[in-house]
C-alpha cells in the first residue's frame, strides 16, 4: 500500500558552507571603444603606471558608454588581454544579450545595467591624465549624506573591509591593507595606510579626512588616486580629499 504520509521537504542545514550577501568594491573598466588596438595601448600605459593596484585585481567590463556596436566586441580577446595584464575579469554589465550569452559560457557573470554600488571606474579612451594638483578652488560645502553614522575607536586591522551605509569615523588607524567604504565622508583620525571609498552611490560632494595620509588608494565616487600619485601629495600629512569638476584633489587641513 502507499504511504499517505506528505513527504519531508525540510532539508537539514547545510554544515560545509554559508550563503550570505556581501559588499565587495569592484573595479568597473567602463569601455568606450570595440577597437581592442586603442584599449591594450591605453590599458597596458595604465597598468604600467600603477602596477600593484592593477594585479590580480577583479574587474567588471561595462559596455553602456559604447557608442559603437557592442556586438563589435570581441569577448573572447577582451578577456585574454586583461588576463595577460594582470587582472581578473569577473562579469559583464550593460551587454547585449548575445553577449550576456557568450559572458555565460566564458564563466563570466552578467550584470545589469545602472549605476554599480561601490565601483571605481577605470576609464580607457580619451587617455588617461595622472591626477596631481595639490590645490584648487574649494568646492561648496558638502551636502551632508543621510544614513547611519559609525563611529568605531580600534584600529582596522590588515584585511579587514567596513563598509556604512552613512558616515564612518575612525578614532584610530588603518593598517595597509585594509578597506574602509561609506556612502557619505570617511574621517579617520589617525594614520591612512589602507584603502579608502567614501561616496559610494556616486555622491560627489563626499569628502576623506586623515590625520596622516599615507593611503594605498583614496576614491570618491569612483575618481581614485593611486599610492604612486598619493606620495607626492601631501604625503603623512593631515589632508582632505574632495572631487573638483570630476578630478579627485588632495589638500592639506588648514
Not at 1 to 24: V, W
Not at 105 to 113: M, Q, S, V, Y
Not at 177 to 205: C, F, K, S
Request: with cysteine.
Amino acid at each position: 500500500m502507499r504511504s499517505t504520509s506528505a513527504p519531508n521537504t525540510s532539508a537539514a542545514r547545510p554544515e560545509s558552507f554559508q550563503l550570505k550577501g556581501g559588499l565587495f568594491p569592484m573595479t568597473l573598466l567602463e569601455l568606450k571603444t570595440v577597437d581592442l588596438s586603442v584599449l591594450a595601448a591605453e590599458l597596458r600605459a595604465r597598468v604600467t603606471e600603477s602596477p600593484a593596484f592593477f594585479q590580480h585585481t577583479p574587474v567588471v567590463l561595462g559596455f553602456e558608454q559604447l557608442k559603437e556596436d557592442p556586438d563589435a566586441l570581441n569577448l573572447i580577446q577582451l578577456r585574454d588581454l586583461c588576463q595577460q595584464l594582470g587582472l581578473i575579469p569577473t562579469a559583464i554589465k550593460g551587454g547585449s544579450s548575445e553577449q550576456e550569452q557568450q559572458a555565460y559560457a566564458l564563466g563570466l557573470a552578467a550584470l545589469p545595467k545602472g549605476k554599480a554600488k561601490g565601483a571605481t571606474t577605470v576609464e580607457t579612451a580619451p587617455p588617461p591624465t595622472r591626477e596631481r594638483r595639490t590645490s584648487a578652488t574649494q568646492p561648496e560645502a558638502a551636502t551632508p549624506t543621510t544614513g547611519t553614522t559609525q563611529v568605531i575607536d580600534t584600529p582596522i586591522r590588515s584585511g579587514q573591509q567596513i563598509y556604512v551605509p552613512g558616515d564612518l569615523i575612525i578614532l584610530s588607524s588603518v593598517s595597509a591593507g585594509a578597506e574602509i567604504l561609506a556612502d557619505g565622508n570617511i574621517h579617520v583620525y589617525g594614520a591612512l595606510r589602507g584603502r579608502a571609498l567614501a561616496g559610494l552611490q556616486g555622491d560627489e560632494t563626499a569628502r576623506v579626512f586623515c590625520q596622516s595620509q599615507e593611503a594605498e588608494l583614496i576614491a570618491i565616487a569612483g575618481h581614485y588616486l593611486v599610492d604612486e600619485d598619493l606620495r607626492s601629495q601631501h604625503w603623512k600629512a593631515a589632508t582632505q580629499a574632495y572631487c573638483v569638476g570630476g578630478k579627485l584633489i588632495i589638500a592639506p587641513l588648514s
